[in-house]
């Protein structure tokens, strides 16, 4: 079955960096894009950008740009995400999604790996 | 602030019928996803496009739009259905994608 597993928790200092992976499984790799969505305590989702797992082209969030990277391997079909400068408000469960989109139907992101929970304290 | 609109909580009584929204203009030109998350669980794709649901979806899961509202209705809602409910869809520049601030959904 189609299924993505995320690295483990992560516990870091401000100012730090975190990279978390996520490992494909059941599909070609390179037939979707991989998507990054974070969710702090409490709060809705939040898109954080997309890496292109043919390519290697990412885009990211506005509210990111300079501090994130996304990037693939497909030799061991894993998808990372760095985060650079980390702030207590970057405190939050991370999740990687499979980016699905046909021009009948638009965009969606399915399956999600179970997430990754990074805190950052001071 | 989110492009995406939606009501922070809803009720409905066991076996009723909900509607839960979401608005924005960009729906207007893009379809919505919606995703069901359950406390503690990652987020679950339960319907995109034009009216599509994953396989392993139960039928009273349906999506709807117009203008710039789109809708996900739960027909005869069930116990196991109360979670919170995120829409999704691109931004206004058609580029980036955007969440909804999610809807918490109890069934009484």
């Known amino acids: 079955q189609v299924q993505l597993v995320q690295s483990g928790a992560e516990v870091k200092k401000t100012g730090a960096s975190v990279k978390v992976s996520c490992k494909a499984s059941?599909?070609?790799?390179?037939?979707?894009?991989i998507t990054w969505v974070r969710q702090a305590p409490g709060q809705g989702l939040e898109w954080m950008g997309w890496?292109?797992?043919?390519?290697?082209?990412?885009d990211f969030a506005q509210s990111l740009q300079g501090r994130v990277s996304m990037t693939t391997d497909t030799s061991t079909s894993t998808a990372y995400m760095e985060l650079r400068s980390l702030r207590t408000d970057d405190t939050a469960v991370y999740y990687c999604?499979?980016?699905?989109?046909?021009?009948?139907?638009?965009?969606?992101?399915?399956?999600w790996g179970q997430g990754t929970l990074v805190i950052v304290s001071s | 602030s989110s492009e995406l609109t939606q009501d922070p909580a809803v009720s409905v009584a066991l076996g009723q019928t909900v509607r839960i929204t979401c608005q924005g203009d960009?729906?207007?030109?893009?379809?919505a996803a919606w995703y069901q998350q359950r406390p503690g669980q990652a987020p679950l794709l339960v319907i995109y496009g034009q009216n599509n649901r994953p396989s392993g979806i139960p039928d009273r899961f349906s999506g709807s739009s117009s203008g710039n509202t789109a809708s996900l209705t739960i027909t005869g809602a069930q116990a196991e259905d109360e979670a919170d409910y995120h829409c999704n869809s691109r931004d206004s520049s058609g580029k980036h994608q955007v969440f909804g601030g999610g809807t918490k959904l109890t069934v009484l």
């Open positions: 960009s729906l207007r030109n893009n379809y």
């Open positions: 890496v292109s797992t043919y390519t290697g082209n990412a």
């Open positions: 999604a499979r980016w699905g989109f046909s021009w009948n139907d638009g965009d969606w992101f399915d399956p």
């Open positions: 059941g599909y070609i790799f390179t037939n979707h894009g």
